[in-house]
Protein backbone atom coordinates (compact mmCIF):
# COMPACT_ATOMS: atom_id res chain seq x y z
CA UNK A 1 0.00 0.00 0.00
CA UNK A 2 1.32 3.37 -1.04
CA UNK A 3 0.01 6.45 1.16
CA UNK A 4 -0.56 10.64 -0.15
CA UNK A 5 0.72 13.05 2.52
CA UNK A 6 -1.62 13.68 4.49
CA UNK A 7 -0.86 17.28 4.66
CA UNK A 8 -0.87 18.35 1.08
CA UNK A 9 -4.10 19.94 -0.27
CA UNK A 10 -5.95 17.33 -1.79
CA UNK A 11 -5.54 15.04 0.75
CA UNK A 12 -6.36 17.43 3.66
CA UNK A 13 -9.39 18.68 2.49
CA UNK A 14 -10.44 15.01 1.50
CA UNK A 15 -10.02 13.95 5.08
CA UNK A 16 -11.13 16.92 7.33
CA UNK A 17 -13.67 18.72 4.55
CA UNK A 18 -15.23 15.92 3.51
CA UNK A 19 -16.05 13.94 7.02
CA UNK A 20 -17.44 15.84 9.57
CA UNK A 21 -16.71 13.30 12.32
CA UNK A 22 -13.12 13.08 11.40
CA UNK A 23 -12.51 16.96 11.58
CA UNK A 24 -14.57 16.91 15.04
CA UNK A 25 -12.31 14.25 16.41
CA UNK A 26 -9.38 16.41 15.27
CA UNK A 27 -10.92 19.53 16.86
CA UNK A 28 -11.45 17.72 20.43
CA UNK A 29 -8.28 16.13 20.20
CA UNK A 30 -6.43 19.86 19.83
CA UNK A 31 -8.56 21.96 21.00
CA UNK A 32 -8.30 23.45 24.62
CA UNK A 33 -11.84 22.39 26.21
CA UNK A 34 -11.47 21.70 29.86
CA UNK A 35 -14.86 20.12 30.41
CA UNK A 36 -16.60 17.06 28.62
CA UNK A 37 -20.05 19.66 27.55
CA UNK A 38 -17.44 22.12 25.54
CA UNK A 39 -16.28 19.27 23.49
CA UNK A 40 -18.20 19.09 19.76
CA UNK A 41 -20.63 16.65 18.57
CA UNK A 42 -22.09 18.11 15.26
CA UNK A 43 -20.72 20.35 12.73
CA UNK A 44 -21.78 21.99 9.54
CA UNK A 45 -18.79 22.82 6.93
CA UNK A 46 -18.99 26.59 5.98
CA UNK A 47 -18.04 27.79 2.44
CA UNK A 48 -14.02 29.04 1.75
CA UNK A 49 -14.10 32.59 1.78
CA UNK A 50 -11.18 34.50 -0.35
CA UNK A 51 -8.75 35.83 2.25
CA UNK A 52 -5.81 38.82 1.82
CA UNK A 53 -2.83 36.37 0.78
CA UNK A 54 0.42 36.22 2.20
CA UNK A 55 3.48 37.46 -0.37
CA UNK A 56 4.56 34.12 -1.53
CA UNK A 57 2.37 31.87 0.30
CA UNK A 58 -0.32 31.68 -2.36
CA UNK A 59 -0.40 27.64 -2.48
CA UNK A 60 1.11 26.77 0.98
CA UNK A 61 -2.04 27.17 2.83
CA UNK A 62 -4.79 24.16 2.85
CA UNK A 63 -8.06 25.40 5.23
CA UNK A 64 -11.42 24.06 6.77
CA UNK A 65 -14.27 25.78 8.29
CA UNK A 66 -17.27 24.84 10.04
CA UNK A 67 -18.84 25.78 13.27
CA UNK A 68 -21.65 23.37 15.68
CA UNK A 69 -24.97 23.72 16.70
CA UNK A 70 -24.05 26.21 19.49
CA UNK A 71 -22.75 28.85 16.34
CA UNK A 72 -18.85 28.14 17.50
CA UNK A 73 -17.00 28.48 14.46
CA UNK A 74 -13.69 26.52 13.78
CA UNK A 75 -10.90 27.35 11.70
CA UNK A 76 -8.61 24.87 10.66
CA UNK A 77 -5.40 25.74 8.67
CA UNK A 78 -2.60 23.45 7.52
CA UNK A 79 0.62 25.65 6.75
CA UNK A 80 3.33 24.39 5.30
CA UNK A 81 5.42 27.00 5.15
CA UNK A 82 5.72 30.07 7.83
CA UNK A 83 6.41 33.84 7.66
CA UNK A 84 5.69 36.82 10.81
CA UNK A 85 2.71 37.81 8.23
CA UNK A 86 0.55 34.32 9.29
CA UNK A 87 -0.34 35.89 12.81
CA UNK A 88 -2.07 39.09 11.24
CA UNK A 89 -3.32 36.68 9.07
CA UNK A 90 -4.74 34.24 11.32
CA UNK A 91 -5.89 37.05 13.40
CA UNK A 92 -7.90 38.72 10.58
CA UNK A 93 -9.42 35.73 9.64
CA UNK A 94 -10.99 35.18 13.03
CA UNK A 95 -11.88 38.26 13.98
CA UNK A 96 -13.46 38.74 10.69
CA UNK A 97 -15.83 35.19 11.21
CA UNK A 98 -16.22 36.42 14.70
CA UNK A 99 -17.15 39.98 14.00
CA UNK A 100 -19.36 38.56 10.32
CA UNK A 101 -22.15 36.58 13.30
CA UNK A 102 -23.86 39.55 13.36
CA UNK A 103 -25.83 39.74 10.28
CA UNK A 104 -27.93 43.00 10.39
CA UNK A 105 -28.96 46.21 12.50
CA UNK A 106 -31.01 44.03 15.57
CA UNK A 107 -27.99 41.43 16.12
CA UNK A 108 -26.98 41.43 20.19
CA UNK A 109 -23.30 41.43 20.82
CA UNK A 110 -24.59 38.92 23.75
CA UNK A 111 -24.80 36.45 20.97
CA UNK A 112 -21.73 36.34 19.23
CA UNK A 113 -20.30 33.20 19.52
CA UNK A 114 -16.52 31.63 20.53
CA UNK A 115 -14.31 31.21 17.52
CA UNK A 116 -11.48 29.21 17.67
CA UNK A 117 -8.46 28.98 15.01
CA UNK A 118 -6.46 25.73 14.57
CA UNK A 119 -3.07 26.64 13.02
CA UNK A 120 -0.76 22.96 12.12
CA UNK A 121 2.66 24.47 11.04
CA UNK A 122 4.51 22.46 9.06
CA UNK A 123 7.41 24.61 9.91
CA UNK A 124 9.01 26.22 13.06
CA UNK A 125 8.53 29.85 13.77
CA UNK A 126 9.46 29.87 18.04
CA UNK A 127 12.83 28.35 17.96
CA UNK A 128 13.73 29.54 21.26
CA UNK A 129 10.23 28.09 22.68
CA UNK A 130 11.04 23.92 22.83
CA UNK A 131 7.10 23.41 23.22
CA UNK A 132 5.22 22.21 20.23
CA UNK A 133 2.18 23.62 21.20
CA UNK A 134 0.77 27.07 21.61
CA UNK A 135 -2.24 28.48 23.03
CA UNK A 136 -3.38 32.22 22.56
CA UNK A 137 -6.12 34.21 24.17
CA UNK A 138 -6.83 36.81 25.25
CA UNK A 139 -5.75 38.36 29.16
CA UNK A 140 -5.35 40.62 31.08
CA UNK A 141 -1.33 41.40 31.42
CA UNK A 142 -1.91 41.95 35.09
CA UNK A 143 -4.06 38.48 36.14
CA UNK A 144 -4.19 36.27 33.20
CA UNK A 145 -6.92 34.23 34.79
CA UNK A 146 -8.95 36.95 33.70
CA UNK A 147 -9.72 36.63 29.76
CA UNK A 148 -12.11 38.23 27.37
CA UNK A 149 -14.14 35.08 25.74
CA UNK A 150 -14.17 35.73 21.88
CA UNK A 151 -11.25 34.34 20.25
CA UNK A 152 -8.82 31.32 20.67
CA UNK A 153 -5.61 30.80 18.64
CA UNK A 154 -3.79 27.23 18.75
CA UNK A 155 -0.65 26.65 17.00
CA UNK A 156 1.44 22.94 16.65
CA UNK A 157 4.54 23.25 15.24
CA UNK A 158 4.61 19.77 13.73
CA UNK A 159 8.42 19.23 13.68
CA UNK A 160 8.72 19.47 17.49
CA UNK A 161 5.92 17.23 18.01
CA UNK A 162 7.29 14.70 20.51
CA UNK A 163 4.27 11.79 22.04
CA UNK A 164 5.69 12.36 25.33
CA UNK A 165 4.61 16.06 25.43
CA UNK A 166 1.02 15.05 25.39
CA UNK A 167 0.92 12.45 27.93
CA UNK A 168 -2.80 11.71 28.97
CA UNK A 169 -3.84 13.24 25.45
CA UNK A 170 -3.79 9.91 23.39
CA UNK A 171 -6.33 11.04 20.59
CA UNK A 172 -4.03 14.34 20.28
CA UNK A 173 -0.59 12.32 20.19
CA UNK A 174 -2.64 9.89 17.57
CA UNK A 175 -3.84 12.85 15.08
CA UNK A 176 0.03 14.40 15.19
CA UNK A 177 1.31 11.31 14.48
CA UNK A 178 -1.04 10.76 11.74
CA UNK A 179 0.02 14.05 10.13
CA UNK A 180 4.17 13.93 10.91
CA UNK A 181 4.35 10.03 10.27
CA UNK A 182 2.44 9.12 6.88
CA UNK A 183 4.17 10.61 3.46
CA UNK A 184 4.62 8.96 0.26
CA UNK A 185 7.42 6.94 1.75
CA UNK A 186 4.93 4.85 3.94
CA UNK A 187 4.32 1.64 2.89
CA UNK A 188 2.51 0.00 6.05
CA UNK A 189 0.71 2.76 8.39
CA UNK A 190 1.48 1.98 12.16
CA UNK A 191 -0.09 -0.21 14.07
CA UNK A 192 -1.18 2.37 17.03
CA UNK A 193 -2.96 4.41 14.43
CA UNK A 194 -4.57 1.07 12.37
CA UNK A 195 -6.04 0.32 16.30
CA UNK A 196 -8.08 3.33 16.37
CA UNK A 197 -11.32 3.56 14.09
CA UNK A 198 -11.32 7.35 13.37
CA UNK A 199 -7.44 7.43 12.55
CA UNK A 200 -7.68 4.41 10.59
CA UNK A 201 -10.80 5.46 8.22
CA UNK A 202 -8.02 8.46 7.94
CA UNK A 203 -5.78 6.40 6.78
CA UNK A 204 -7.82 4.90 4.30
CA UNK A 205 -8.72 8.01 3.01
CA UNK A 206 -5.06 8.85 1.98
CA UNK A 207 -4.62 5.86 0.16
CA UNK A 208 -3.15 6.02 -3.32
CA UNK A 209 -5.18 3.96 -4.80
CA UNK A 210 -8.02 6.00 -4.18
CA UNK A 211 -7.22 8.85 -6.06
CA UNK A 212 -7.55 9.31 -9.57
CA UNK A 213 -4.76 10.04 -12.32
CA UNK A 214 -5.96 13.82 -12.61
CA UNK A 215 -5.85 14.31 -8.48
CA UNK A 216 -3.00 12.65 -8.23
CA UNK A 217 -1.29 15.18 -10.91
CA UNK A 218 -2.95 17.93 -8.79
CA UNK A 219 -1.31 16.40 -5.88
CA UNK A 220 2.00 16.79 -7.49
CA UNK A 221 1.58 19.91 -8.78
CA UNK A 222 0.54 21.36 -4.95
CA UNK A 223 4.28 20.23 -3.65
CA UNK A 224 5.89 21.54 -6.78
CA UNK A 225 4.01 24.90 -5.70
CA UNK A 226 5.20 24.55 -2.12
CA UNK A 227 9.06 23.87 -3.37
CA UNK A 228 8.84 26.61 -5.63
CA UNK A 229 7.70 28.78 -2.24
CA UNK A 230 10.43 27.54 -0.18
CA UNK A 231 13.36 28.53 -2.88
CA UNK A 232 11.53 32.26 -3.26
CA UNK A 233 11.87 32.71 0.47
CA UNK A 234 15.29 31.18 0.90
CA UNK A 235 16.40 33.42 -1.67
CA UNK A 236 15.06 36.14 -0.15
CA UNK A 237 16.22 35.99 3.44
CA UNK A 238 19.78 34.92 1.41
CA UNK A 239 19.56 38.41 -0.25
CA UNK A 240 18.81 39.89 2.61
CA UNK A 241 21.49 38.29 4.78
CA UNK A 242 23.66 39.46 1.94
CA UNK A 243 22.52 42.94 1.97
CA UNK A 244 22.80 43.39 5.76
CA UNK A 245 26.23 41.51 5.29
CA UNK A 246 27.38 45.01 3.79
CA UNK A 247 25.41 47.16 5.33
CA UNK A 248 27.14 46.11 8.55
CA UNK A 249 30.59 46.15 6.92
CA UNK A 250 29.85 49.98 5.61
CA UNK A 251 28.66 50.49 9.27
CA UNK A 252 31.59 48.79 11.08
CA UNK A 253 34.22 50.62 8.63
CA UNK A 254 32.69 54.19 9.71
CA UNK A 255 32.97 53.00 13.56
CA UNK A 256 35.95 52.30 12.89
CA UNK A 257 37.33 55.86 11.79
CA UNK A 258 35.44 57.00 14.08
CA UNK A 259 37.07 55.36 16.84
CA UNK A 260 40.19 55.95 15.40
CA UNK A 261 40.48 59.25 15.57
CA UNK A 262 39.26 59.43 18.78
CA UNK A 263 41.88 57.10 20.01
CA UNK A 264 44.47 58.96 17.39
CA UNK A 265 43.99 62.39 19.17
CA UNK A 266 44.29 60.81 22.66
CA UNK A 267 47.17 59.19 21.89
CA UNK A 268 48.44 62.75 20.14
CA UNK A 269 47.42 64.67 23.29
CA UNK A 270 49.66 61.82 25.43
CA UNK A 271 52.22 62.79 23.28
CA UNK A 272 52.21 66.10 23.03
CA UNK A 273 51.68 66.67 26.37
CA UNK A 274 55.13 64.29 27.04
CA UNK A 275 56.77 66.35 24.56
CA UNK A 276 55.31 69.88 25.75
CA UNK A 277 56.65 68.84 29.80
CA UNK A 278 59.81 67.86 27.91
CA UNK A 279 60.44 71.20 26.16
CA UNK A 280 58.68 73.20 29.02
CA UNK A 281 61.50 71.84 31.44
CA UNK A 282 64.20 72.26 29.32
CA UNK A 283 63.45 76.09 28.75
CA UNK A 284 62.03 77.10 32.31
CA UNK A 285 64.87 75.56 34.49
CA UNK A 286 65.68 78.91 35.04
CA UNK A 287 62.12 80.28 36.15
CA UNK A 288 61.35 77.36 38.05
CA UNK A 289 60.23 73.85 37.59
CA UNK A 290 56.77 74.47 38.30
CA UNK A 291 56.61 77.28 35.76
CA UNK A 292 58.82 75.40 33.02
CA UNK A 293 56.31 72.50 33.51
CA UNK A 294 53.19 74.79 32.80
CA UNK A 295 55.08 75.89 30.20
CA UNK A 296 55.71 73.13 28.42
CA UNK A 297 52.05 71.66 28.66
CA UNK A 298 50.78 74.86 27.16
CA UNK A 299 53.16 74.66 24.54
CA UNK A 300 52.48 71.21 24.06
CA UNK A 301 48.48 71.90 23.42
CA UNK A 302 50.01 75.16 21.10
CA UNK A 303 51.63 71.93 19.44
CA UNK A 304 49.04 69.41 19.04
CA UNK A 305 46.02 72.22 17.82
CA UNK A 306 48.01 73.16 15.37
CA UNK A 307 48.42 69.43 13.95
CA UNK A 308 44.92 68.71 14.55
CA UNK A 309 44.02 72.31 12.67
CA UNK A 310 46.00 70.78 9.91
CA UNK A 311 43.84 68.09 10.18
CA UNK A 312 40.68 69.79 9.29
CA UNK A 313 39.94 69.35 13.08
CA UNK A 314 37.22 72.12 14.16
CA UNK A 315 38.48 74.67 16.66
CA UNK A 316 35.71 73.87 18.98
CA UNK A 317 36.88 70.50 19.16
CA UNK A 318 40.30 71.47 19.07
CA UNK A 319 40.02 74.06 21.97
CA UNK A 320 38.10 71.66 24.17
CA UNK A 321 40.75 69.21 24.06
CA UNK A 322 43.61 71.80 24.63
CA UNK A 323 42.24 73.95 27.06
CA UNK A 324 42.78 77.25 24.33
CA UNK A 325 40.60 79.45 23.47
CA UNK A 326 39.08 79.22 20.19
CA UNK A 327 40.48 82.94 19.21
CA UNK A 328 44.05 81.42 20.24
CA UNK A 329 42.75 78.07 18.01
CA UNK A 330 42.05 80.34 15.13
CA UNK A 331 45.30 82.39 15.43
CA UNK A 332 47.89 79.30 14.76
Known amino acids: MRYLDPKADLTFKKVFGEHPDLVISLLNALLPFEKPEEEIAEIEYLTPELMPETPLKKNSIVDVRCKDKMGRQFLVEMQMLWSPAFMQ??????????????????SKYELLQPVYSLNLVNDIFLPDVPEAYHDYKIVQVEHTDKVIEGLRFIFVELPKFKPQDFKGKKMAVLWLRYLTEIDEHTRQAPKELLENPEICKAVTQIEESAFSDAQLWWYDDFWDAVRVENTLISDALREG????????????????????????????????????????????????????????????????????????????IIAKITGLTRDEVEKL
Open 241 to 316: MEQGIQQGIQQGIQQGIQQGIQQGIQQGMQQGMQKGIEQGLQEGRQEGLEKGIQQGIRQGNIQNARGMKLEGIPAE
Open 89 to 106: RVLFNASKAYVRQLGGRE
